[in-house]
């Protein structure tokens, strides 16, 4: 899940050892507009085109209809609007295609619980149709999604293997579950230098985290409750190799307003961390997995990835 706050402001900005260019556009005003859409990240320039859900939610009558039908209808009723609980940070509407259609990816959550309160849904304007997980105090699918569709719905699951048993848990009753226990042969068991579970840091069954972005070796968690008092949140990110652990970097700033996604640089997933477009902290994971499998080859080392990344790997 891309972790964003609604509503901000996209401006140029000069700081001391950043120049961070962020190109403001116009979005899509319609589900169908937005079907063409685009959010793209190179170096420092962020180009964005895609409405967040509430915006979409207010500018277009066709999409409000067909979402407030299929959350009524599994009695989530006004689930959308505003000072509601899922009023909070929300990812832009991305187009991505499924069987042939093109779909429109969303997420949104509850402020200071993403983890604990959150959506993710797709919308196909053509159609009307609806398909979402919902996670809260009733956990489950909106609209029967197909097995293809589940696995997008649960794209912050990584691995194939733990998709696959977060789905199995979503098809049957969580009575079964031990709550206790990090799921099995997953990156929830791993620790850090202290003994502690990735599973423990993120509140176990009642966990706070979501996964942003993963490469071959590396993975990144957001905890969105603090376990060191920053009002924003902790970012830890998993060694999946052969050291298989985890640990908490520096997110570089500690706002509430400030926002969390994935971008990619010549196809390399990068962790970025924001407030007010402008970048503040950027983890190349992709590339430190890339050096880990190909030995840091001087090509790529030698492309930029931004003035506030931090490109040397973290297993050396």
């Not at 008092?229 to 570089?252: E, K």
């Not at 990068?270 to 080859?297: C, M, Q």
Request: charged share 20%.
């Amino acid at each position: 899940m891309n972790i964003y706050i609604r509503n901000t402001i996209w401006a140029t900005v000069s700081l001391p050892l950043l120049n961070t260019v962020v190109c403001a556009t116009t979005g899509a005003k319609t589900a169908s507009e937005a079907l063409q859409c685009k959010i793209i990240s190179v170096g420092n320039q962020i180009q964005n085109t895609c409405p967040y859900p509430s915006e979409l939610y207010s500018s277009d009558p066709q999409y409000k209809k067909d979402i407030d039908a299929s959350m009524d209808a599994v009695g989530l009723k006004n689930l959308m609007e505003d000072n509601t609980p899922l009023d909070g940070p929300e990812s832009p509407l991305s187009p991505i295609e499924i069987a042939g259609k093109v779909w429109l990816k969303g997420s949104m959550c509850e402020a200071h619980n993403c983890g604990g309160h959150y959506l993710n849904f797709l919308y196909q304007p053509t159609d009307h149709r609806v398909l979402g997980y919902y996670f809260g105090e009733r956990k489950g699918f909106i609209g029967e999604p197909g097995e293809e569709e589940k696995k997008i719905l649960f794209a912050d699951e990584i691995e194939k293997n733990e998709t696959a048993k977060r789905i199995a848990e979503a098809n049957k009753s969580v009575a079964n579950n031990n709550p206790d226990a990090p799921p099995p042969n997953t990156i929830w068991e791993f620790t850090n230098k202290n003994g502690q579970t990735l599973w423990q840091a993120c509140g176990g069954s009642n966990s706070t985290c979501v996964l942003i972005a993963s490469a071959k070796f590396h993975v990144a968690v957001f905890n969105r409750v603090s376990k060191s008092a920053c009002a924003f949140g902790d970012l830890y990110i998993v060694n999946r190799g052969d050291i298989q652990s985890w640990q908490q970097y520096d997110t570089g700033i500690c706002s509430p307003n400030a926002y969390i996604t994935q971008s990619k640089t010549y196809g390399l997933p990068n962790v970025d961390i924001g407030i007010n477009g402008v970048l503040v902290k950027r983890y190349p994971i992709g590339a430190w997995s890339f050096n880990k499998e190909k030995h840091d080859p001087v090509w790529l080392r030698n492309r930029k990835y931004g003035e506030n990344n931090s490109f040397s790997n973290p297993d050396k």
